[in-house]
């Protein structure tokens, strides 16, 4: 792992085994890009891959040199309008009414370990000797502002970060009016673009779509990541699938408005940006002020879509979400949402909790409608504080109840909302987003406290801080439950209505902040109408999401295995829930349900109580299964084996780090007439180690058989073999 500096030719060469990314100092200054990719060895010099030449219609940087237009240069962090026509990184409005600007290269440090953002997540190291970071510094004379690229290379994985911040030395005011995270400029286009795209109940689904000229991109102007499209884009080769061949990965680490763009020029260059989106931003930055972007994870793969997924698992299992739940198990819960909704009391809880104890469940979850007036959803958010009539022990006396079963308690809350018949609205009706003079869209009959002001945080967080010192508090599921309309705040000037919906994400980020760092023991998890907001930039602060509020087993397949093309199995919130399910209206047995939430932290969200009693044992074996090998589920290497969007079935596995075992999950979705044979090949296993398949002597195989020659599935031993949607696991032990 190195990053060198090639003084005499101003060439930055950032490498480790996996990659080769090259930075070029131009003639004007500025910086080009002249290769990323697979590792090259380092040499003197690659200026030889600066493309440039005589093109029709373009402008040339100076006078008389027809070989330099920036149109046709491979750019770092290109601005628009001095000989580039594509769209930019960046873009600054100064008083005069000008929005061009000259930034060059004025100096750089390179230093081992990594830097925090200030107020926003991002990928961190334990040791400084797990990466190198380089800082590029640029200056406009003209503007008296700098501009700092940082970048960091990890020393085990193909992962290269990337940030910017600009300063305001100048003595006149300047806007920022397009601040993007990163910009890469590959010299081709023969790539098919992958998005994970989708709606509520469906997140994440994987779309592909080749490259043509043109723009295309996904975006999210909602407030929040959202449940519609991800923070995240790769670019693969046509030929490139799970196993093999080239594929460029970028996340985002962000929970906000953001834009992840591909255009491809006339001349066949392609261009990636990804960043905070600019359309309703504006940051006015006043002498002296600085605007930090989040960061850009850049991921490269020339071992296919799991080569880059795993990647990222890696790095956003052990880098990015911190603290004390980051590598140890998750307990595995009971929610009692679909089992009671609002209709609940303290009798009525005990006694699933009760059940749960029973069945080896480890932890309680209290859902929506403990609070206030909260009967139902038009009432009480906002007031943090207990009902009485339903808990007239409070949620103190209720958490006491709980661990006197032997379990942990876990509560709900919705903090960044509030109902209009809610004590919080009454008081404070401006702390609501809204614009003057027109009315405020409601969305579940709740409306979006404005946290982009500093003392509604701090009202939230007083009230939440309270609970969780009172009460014997164990989980917090934090849910948001509708977007940003009428985006304005009455607290901020009219020339700062541009920095609403980034001060808000920064509240939020602010609020997690102050909760985990008071509260190191509780685990969080995020959710927003299930995975609305499922994001590296959450992930920093809340291990776990809600993956979807869709528990269907068939249709979580194919969530989840969207889902894993960036974020670790141990960050899917995944539950067996009551059929008919409440989503979808589909029956799947017990068994099928379980076997997809095992790759995801696994629980329960049903009425144990209407369970017959075989079916509670069925729950019985499962919650011993899940917690013999949830550990090597959480922390093993996943790979995706056959693709649910594609066909009937969907497989998938995860191997232990030592390779020593293994789970596998098949699913088949539609059962047939008189079906043919089919092997399931496993992937990540040791060729020359032996495996014993679910426990039977007679089933013993080499790992290079298993991964080559395959399982024979045997529809016989399919569970709900007579019917759809019927599934089976493959446990692999070393022998």
Request: proline letters at 3%; glycine letters at 8%.
């Amino acid at each position: 792992m190195a990053i060198v500096f090639h003084e005499n030719t101003g060439e930055f060469h950032l490498y480790n085994e996996h990659l080769s990314y090259m930075i070029k100092i131009l003639d004007n200054g500025q910086l080009g890009n002249l290769y990323y990719g697979k590792r090259l060895r380092d040499r003197d010099t690659f200026g030889h891959l600066l493309e440039g030449g005589l093109k029709s219609l373009a402008a040339y940087v100076f006078e008389n040199d027809y070989y330099f237009s920036l149109q046709h240069t491979k750019q770092e962090y290109p601005s628009y309008g001095t000989t580039d026509f594509r769209y930019p990184a960046f873009e600054i409005k100064q008083e005069n009414g000008s929005a061009i600007s000259h930034f060059q290269y004025e100096s750089h440090v390179i230093y081992k370990g990594k830097k925090k953002l200030k107020g926003l997540p991002a990928t961190y190291v334990e040791q400084d000797s797990e990466a190198v970071s380089l800082e590029i510094i640029l200056y406009d004379s003209v503007l008296h502002s700098r501009l700092v690229l940082s970048y960091t290379i990890y020393e085990e994985l193909p992962v290269i970060t990337r940030n910017a911040k600009f300063i305001n030395h100048g003595e006149q005011q300047i806007r920022l009016t397009r601040a993007l995270s990163a910009a890469v400029d590959l010299p081709d286009y023969d790539f098919e673009s992958v998005h994970l795209a989708g709606a509520w109940s469906r997140e994440r689904h994987v779309k592909y779509r080749k490259l043509e000229q043109g723009v295309q991109s996904i975006h999210s102007l909602r407030g929040a990541s959202s449940a519609e499209f991800n923070p995240f884009l790769a670019l693969k080769r046509p030929q490139a699938d799970e196993f093999a061949g080239e594929v460029y990965g970028f996340s985002l680490v962000y929970s906000g408005n953001f834009l992840a763009q591909v255009e491809v020029d006339t001349h066949h260059m392609t261009r990636v940006t990804l960043g905070i989106h600019p359309d309703h931003f504006e940051w006015p930055l006043q002498a002296g002020e600085t605007f930090q972007t989040p960061e850009a994870v850049l991921v490269y793969s020339n071992t296919g879509l799991n080569g880059m997924s795993q990647a990222f698992h890696r790095l956003y299992r052990t880098r990015l979400a911190r603290g004390k739940w980051r590598d140890q198990v998750r307990p595995i819960l009971i929610n009692n949402w679909e089992a009671t909704s609002f209709d609940f009391d303290e009798s009525k809880v005990l006694s699933i909790a009760s059940t749960a104890k029973e069945l080896g469940i480890e932890m309680f979850v209290l859902d929506d409608g403990w609070f206030g007036a909260r009967n139902n959803d038009r009432a009480g958010l906002g007031d943090w504080y207990v009902n009485r009539e339903k808990l007239p022990d409070g949620i103190e006396g209720l958490a006491k109840k709980i661990e006197a079963l032997g379990m942990k308690f876990g509560l709900w809350f919705e903090p960044e909302m509030v109902n209009k018949d809610s004590d919080l609205y009454r008081a404070h009706p401006d702390w609501i987003i809204h614009t003057p003079g027109r009315a405020a869209s409601p969305s579940r009959n709740q409306y979006v406290l404005d946290y982009s002001r500093k003392e509604v945080v701090d009202y939230i967080y007083g009230l939440m801080s309270n609970l969780l010192r009172e009460s014997s508090i164990s989980y917090v599921k934090w849910d948001m439950n509708r977007y940003i309309t009428e985006c304005y705040s009455t607290a901020m000037e009219a020339s700062e209505q541009g920095k609403v919906f980034h001060r808000y994400i920064l509240g939020v980020y602010d609020l997690y902040e102050r909760l985990t760092s008071e509260f190191p023991n509780v685990l969080f998890e995020s959710c927003s109408s299930g995975g609305a907001r499922f994001d590296p930039g959450i992930l920093y602060y809340a291990p776990q999401t809600w993956t979807s509020d869709n528990t269907d087993a068939i249709e979580r397949i194919k969530i989840q295995y969207g889902t894993s093309y960036v974020y670790p199995v141990s960050s899917m919130g995944a539950h067996v829930s009551e059929v008919p399910n409440q989503q979808i209206g589909r029956i799947t047995s017990l068994q099928t349900r379980a076997n997809v939430a095992y790759f995801g932290a696994f629980g329960y969200e049903l009425d144990l109580n209407v369970l017959h009693m075989d079916e509670r044992e069925v729950v019985k074996r499962q919650v011993q299964f899940a917690k013999k090998h949830r550990e090597f589920i959480q922390q093993g290497v996943f790979y995706r084996l056959m693709d649910p969007f594609k066909g009937n079935v969907a497989a998938w596995i995860v191997v232990s780090e030592n390779k020593s075992e293994a789970l596998a999950g098949y699913y088949q979705v539609l059962n047939g007439v008189n079906l043919e044979w089919r092997r399931l090949k496993l992937a990540g296993l040791d060729e020359q180690k032996r495996y014993c398949v679910n426990g039977d002597q007679d089933r013993i195989h080499y790992g290079d058989e298993l991964m080559n020659a395959g399982l024979v599935i045997d529809h016989r031993k399919l569970c709900a073999s007579d019917a759809d949607f019927a599934s089976i696991l493959f446990y692999l032990n070393e022998v």
